[in-house]
């Protein structure tokens, strides 16, 4: 009996993941200068390497700012990438089980594996012109969708960039990147207060959100919160969690009657 073969469109990868050599287009092994002069820093696929040569092109303004920075400008293609990666997700079938689960475990490793650039960037951070220069592209870039307060020069600031980095995963859940902004700068001040607690239990609910998610119309952040409310340790902030799902439902029924 011949077994179904299953393929991942391989097109949504990037170089960064070892692939077979037959699988890898010539054009795609360099880092490409485009015509406009604007030099990638990491290995991509000829997709990527397109979307991101457009981008720069489009937000000269950025790409002039970080060109120089090598590091920098690796993580903001990493993040470009992840956010475009993410969103060809939400438009992925959802039909076809099989594929559907081998896809999503390489997309997940693929996002894992571009999360560490960013996170080693962010742990080398060790003053604050650089913190400043760094926090400043995430408010013009905005990657995954996030709503990023203008740049402050605060370590507060970059844990949460830190935190979105490092649970990327989450973003897959969603039906959309940036469908509950409200919930989201909430999650961003339990960041803020304890970066410890809310990452640990951001961990244990993407571990266990298969049999907590029972009703899948629920925003993906929304039932953080109220799994972080049953499992936090300090009462405030099981008050702020429950009061932040409490204003987000009254909102939605508010507009469902509208």
């Given at each position: 009996?011949?077994?179904?073969?299953?393929?991942?469109?391989?097109?949504?990868g990037?170089e960064m993941i070892?692939?077979?050599r037959y699988?890898?287009?010539?054009?795609?092994?360099?880092?490409?200068?485009?015509?406009?002069?604007?030099?990638l820093?990491?290995?991509?696929s000829?997709?990527y390497q397109e979307?991101?040569?457009s981008?720069?092109i489009?937000?000269?303004?950025?790409?002039t700012?970080i060109?120089f920075?090598p590091?920098?400008?690796l993580?903001l293609?990493s993040?470009?990438v992840?956010?475009?990666?993410?969103?060809?997700?939400h438009?992925?079938?959802?039909?076809?089980a099989p594929?559907?689960n081998v896809?999503?475990s390489?997309?997940q490793?693929t996002?894992?594996?571009?999360s560490?650039?960013?996170?080693?960037?962010?742990k080398?951070?060790?003053d604050?012109f650089?913190s400043h220069t760094?926090?400043?592209?995430?408010?013009?870039?905005q990657?995954?969708?996030l709503?990023?307060?203008?740049p402050?020069?605060s370590?507060?600031e970059i844990?949460?960039?830190q935190?979105?980095?490092?649970?990327?995963?989450?973003?897959?859940?969603?039906?959309?990147l940036?469908?509950?902004?409200s919930?989201?700068?909430?999650i961003g001040k339990?960041?803020?207060?304890?970066?410890?607690?809310?990452?640990?239990?951001?961990?244990?609910f993407l571990?266990?959100?298969?049999?907590?998610?029972i009703n899948?119309?629920?925003?993906v952040l929304?039932?953080f919160?109220q799994?972080f409310s049953?499992l936090?340790e300090?009462?405030?902030?099981?008050?702020?969690a429950?009061?932040?799902l409490?204003?987000?439902?009254?909102?939605?029924?508010?507009?469902?009657?509208?």
């Amino acid at each position: 009996m011949i077994k179904p073969q299953i393929f991942i469109p391989v097109d949504l990868g990037v170089e960064m993941i070892k692939k077979p050599r037959y699988l890898m287009k010539p054009s795609a092994k360099k880092n490409r200068v485009g015509s406009n002069g604007v030099r990638l820093r990491g290995n991509w696929s000829l997709t990527y390497q397109e979307y991101i040569i457009s981008f720069w092109i489009t937000h000269k303004n950025i790409y002039t700012q970080i060109k120089f920075d090598p590091t920098l400008q690796l993580v903001l293609e990493s993040q470009i990438v992840q956010t475009k990666l993410i969103e060809k997700v939400h438009r992925f079938p959802q039909s076809f089980a099989p594929v559907e689960n081998v896809f999503m475990s390489w997309v997940q490793l693929t996002l894992i594996s571009q999360s560490e650039v960013i996170l080693n960037y962010i742990k080398s951070i060790e003053d604050p012109f650089t913190s400043h220069t760094f926090m400043s592209t995430q408010f013009q870039i905005q990657p995954y969708g996030l709503k990023i307060d203008p740049p402050e020069i605060s370590w507060d600031e970059i844990k949460i960039i830190q935190f979105w980095s490092t649970y990327m995963c989450v973003f897959l859940k969603m039906q959309k990147l940036g469908e509950t902004p409200s919930l989201e700068r909430s999650i961003g001040k339990l960041v803020k207060f304890n970066y410890k607690e809310t990452s640990n239990i951001m961990r244990k609910f993407l571990i266990h959100i298969d049999e907590y998610s029972i009703n899948q119309k629920v925003p993906v952040l929304a039932q953080f919160l109220q799994y972080f409310s049953e499992l936090t340790e300090h009462k405030a902030q099981c008050e702020f969690a429950l009061g932040v799902l409490s204003e987000f439902h009254k909102e939605c029924t508010l507009n469902q009657n509208l």
